[in-house]
């Protein structure tokens, strides 16, 4: 799996297959436009490629450990084709945050869908 810096400060975990998938397609985006240079910057060289151990653990590296604030309780979550790996009083905020737009955003992001 690859660990990487996510949005709102939680982590990204893909598996290398979709990982492989991100990179292909960013690699065919214009290199002459900043966001695709400052995201793929930034999502690149965070990038940590890990392995669970026996006991099915992964360690998360401190760099992106910190970036995360995970100290003491995580929360992980299913994002589709990744999980997001989140400190859990951040969690608990975005998702109190975000519980209104939640209801109004599915006629937006999935019209048809649900």
């Known amino acids: 799996m690859v660990i990487t810096k996510g949005q709102e400060r939680c982590l990204y975990v893909f598996p290398v ?12 985006a214009p ?8 995201y793929s910057r ?5 990038a940590s490629d ?9 360690t998360v ?5 910190e970036y995360a604030g995970l100290d003491r309780d995580c929360v992980v979550i299913g994002a589709n ?11 608990s905020e975005y998702e109190t945050d975000q519980e209104q737009a939640f209801s109004q955003l599915s006629e937006e992001v999935l019209p048809g869908v649900l």
Do not use: H, N, Y
């Not at 590296?61 to 450990?65: A, E, I, S, V, W």
């Open 81 to 91: 084709t990744r999980l997001e790996i989140w400190d859990a009083a951040a969690w």
């Open 61 to 65: 590296p401190p760099k992106l450990r």
């Open 50 to 58: 890990e392995s669970c151990d026996k006991q099915g653990r992964v």
């Open 17 to 28: 297959a979709e990982f492989s998938r991100i990179t292909d397609a960013l690699s065919s």
């Open 42 to 46: 930034v999502l690149f060289a965070s």
């Open 31 to 38: 290199v002459t436009a900043k966001a695709v240079r400052d």
